[in-house]
């Protein structure tokens, strides 16, 4: 079974950067995917990467300033933010879900079965 661990988060001003890390274990079969949740709202599918590494999709919002990688022989997933904004402020989970196909990854929440325990991330001046 798939264990997820984040790190990386933190308080940064406006227009910084961060990199989150999601270190996994037995995730190679896996598509691995970033949400958040802010204060008082939902959780929103934020990026994702499918087992094969050739899919990413990222939410509207994000495009351009964050993007996904995916490290197989080091069993991490990686979230570079970058030109952060104070609505990117929120919990970062990282999850992991299985699709039959390895070109497949999506922001939707309930496919993925596994999920980390969340890292913070604050933006703010």
């Known amino acids: 079974q798939v264990q997820l661990v984040e790190s990386g988060g933190g308080l940064v001003q406006p227009g910084g950067s961060l990199r989150l890390s999601c270190e996994a274990s037995g995730f190679t079969f896996y598509a691995i995917g970033w949400f958040r949740q802010a204060p008082g709202k939902e959780r929103e599918g934020v990026s994702c990467?499918?087992?094969?590494?050739?899919?990413?999709y990222y939410l509207d919002s994000v495009k351009g300033r964050f993007t996904i990688s995916r490290d197989n022989a080091k069993n991490t997933v990686y979230l570079q933010m970058n030109n952060l904004k104070p609505e990117d402020t929120g919990v970062y989970y990282c999850a992991s879900g299985y699709y039959t196909d390895s070109l497949r990854c999506g922001l939707v929440e309930n496919e993925y079965e596994t999920w980390g325990q969340g890292t913070q991330v604050t933006v703010s001046s």
């Open positions: 990467v499918s087992s094969s590494v050739d899919t990413t």
